[in-house]
């Protein structure tokens, strides 16, 4: 009698042959946004759609491969805004014939059917995906860009501080302010209410003339507080010469540094105004917060004509990127137009 026939007669079973090969392992069930469009072109991390008007939205995916028993994959717009408030499509797919993976496109229409105000966020949308019908229990993977952050807000009707090419440069402003993480949308809403009052400052400036001959920064900054203080949405939340950092700051709204400046030298770019960066940034580490203003005025002698206000304006980081500071040049000591033809 051999060993197998031992085994098998005091009922112990003879173990499985090591060598016989495992059940393949079942593949993951993926669905890959590949890319969105609106209009024929790509869509920007936050993207400009007019409101009111009917778009074409474009979407590609791929999927890794297709259950037997689905029919149908469904694509489905969710977003926490009101659904009064918009009409984006959902796409249907069927089944396709060929091998996958299948990389599929579809275009529907979009809509934003209320415009947003100058400090409301953006709208945002998710899309899911389901296979039909609705049986089993395999998660299916959601990956790549699926988010869609869209703003409504009618830049063609934008008044914010009056001049048309400020308002302009001040609404791309306002995307990179809200877009950083972790800082509080009133913080940032404080930032471009005083930005508002000194750009329409620096327009008037260039209109006007309002700075003539030179001018100390003691004088400029009784100038601006007096400016700021009209402000009806600011008044009395303006502080002067309050402390912070071991100094003292210019002027400063809810804890917010606005960092004043007079030079007599020429100054024709923001990047001329870097060293004032690190004593602007210094005052908003102190008071915890992410956001400042410096804001300096160029009473130099002009030969020239001046240049477009909005020009004089941007945005630069500091302290490790931390702290985003705006930085506005008012012109002053404008040349007589009339000079300028001798």
């Known amino acids: 009698m051999d060993l197998s026939e031992s085994v098998r007669r005091i009922g112990v079973e003879p173990k499985a042959d090591l060598a016989a090969p495992k059940e393949e392992p079942l593949v993951d069930l993926t669905v890959a946004f590949l890319k969105f469009q609106f209009d024929g072109q790509p869509a920007a991390e ?15 995916v791929r999927v890794s491969r297709w259950p037997q028993d689905k029919r149908e994959l469904r694509l489905t717009p969710i977003s926490v805004e009101p659904k009064s408030t918009y009409d984006f499509p959902s796409f249907q797919f069927e089944k396709p014939d060929s091998d ?20 409301a966020r953006p709208f945002e949308f998710k899309y899911t995906a389901e296979f039909i019908p609705e049986r089993g229990d395999q998660p299916v993977a959601v990956v790549g860009h699926r988010t869609l952050i869209v703003d409504g807000a009618d830049t063609t009707k934008l008044q914010i501080c009056g001049y048309q090419g400020l308002d302009q440069t001040l609404f ?24 508002a009052a000194l750009c329409n400052l620096a327009g008037r400036a260039v209109q006007d003339a309002e700075f003539k001959g030179r001018w100390d920064e003691a004088a400029f900054q009784r100038y601006v507080r007096a400016e700021l203080r009209r402000h009806p949405l600011i008044g009395a939340d303006l502080d002067e010469h309050a402390h912070a950092a071991g100094g003292i700051t210019d002027l400063s709204l ?89």
């Open 100 to 119: 996958a993976p299948y990389t599929m496109r579809q275009s529907g229409r979009a809509a934003l059917l209320l415009p947003q105000g100058m400090h």
């Open 46 to 60: 936050v993207h400009q759609l007019a409101a009111r008007e009917v778009h074409d939205l474009e979407i590609e």
């Open 254 to 342: 809810r804890g917010m540094p606005i960092e004043l400046k007079a030079v007599d030298t020429l100054v024709s770019s923001v990047d001329q105004c870097e060293p004032f960066l690190a004593q602007t940034a210094s005052y908003a580490v102190a008071k915890s917060k992410r956001t400042a203003i410096l804001c300096v005025l160029d009473s130099s002698d002009k030969k020239t004509a001046p240049v477009p206000p909005e020009t004089l304006l941007d945005i630069r980081t500091h302290a490790q990127d931390a702290v985003s500071i705006c930085v506005l040049v008012i012109q002053g000591h404008l040349a007589r137009p009339s000079a300028l033809s001798r």
């Open 172 to 195: 791309a402003l306002r995307e990179v302010l809200r877009r950083r993480p972790g800082v509080p949308q009133a913080e940032t809403a404080d930032a471009l209410l005083v930005l």
